[in-house]
């Protein structure tokens, strides 16, 4: 029976001093665990504070270039209109040879330069701004099929307008309209 007082000697302490670390190991984890969610949430807000800003930068950026493209197409397509382009191009005493060539040189060296704007605006606006231009050159090229290279450009520059596209199919219009479409959807 000494033995066993002894026996309980020991055991009961180590008992007790066991359910003391345990309890004390509980409490540790649990606090840990609450720290661990507040860290990691307030990491997720970090995160989205920082996707947030980084959208706004990349908006504060990117909004004003797709203006300008706007902007641009509305100006080349503005530019290649027949009557406007005839008024910049036209030159005194010039043959039909030598107005053809300037028209669709003027109109391909337009295009070109605001090819990149394409990047900016939808694919319908680009495809309607791609047709736009390729109807004032097949009117252009119908026009000048009327004449020879060596007679005098005013009668061909005449049969350009007389020719003009009508309202109803004015490929200029119906770009210029989806552009204005496209910033009404997009940035209202």
């Known amino acids: 029976m000494g033995e066993l007082l002894e026996f309980f000697k020991i055991i009961i302490p180590t008992?007790?001093?066991l359910l003391v670390v345990y309890v004390m190991l509980r409490a540790f984890i649990k606090q840990n665990s609450k720290q661990l969610d507040y860290m990691s949430n307030e990491h997720k807000l970090i995160?989205?504070?920082?996707?947030s800003e980084a959208k706004s930068n990349t908006e504060k950026i990117s909004l004003p270039l797709?203006?300008?493209?706007?902007e641009r197409i509305s100006m080349f397509l503005e530019r290649i209109n027949p009557p406007n382009l005839l008024t910049r191009v036209m030159k005194p005493k010039v043959n039909v040879g030598i107005l053809h060539s300037s028209l669709l040189s003027t109109i391909r060296d337009e295009y070109e330069h605001n090819m990149s704007q394409q990047l900016y605006i939808s694919d319908t606006a680009w495809e309607l701004v791609k047709t736009a231009k390729e109807e004032v050159v097949r009117l252009i090229n119908s026009s000048a099929s009327k004449f020879n290279t060596d007679e005098d450009a005013s009668k061909f520059a005449q049969s350009i307008i007389a020719n003009r596209f009508n309202n109803n199919s004015n490929p200029i219009d119906k770009a210029l309209g989806a552009l204005k479409d496209d910033i009404r959807n997009n940035f209202n």
Not at 47 to 51: A, I
Not at 66 to 70: L, M, P, S, V
Request: proline share 0%; charged share 30%; net charge positive.
């Open 15 to 17: 008992i007790v001093v």
């Open 47 to 51: 995160k989205l504070r920082m996707d």
């Open 66 to 70: 797709k203006f300008q493209a706007y």
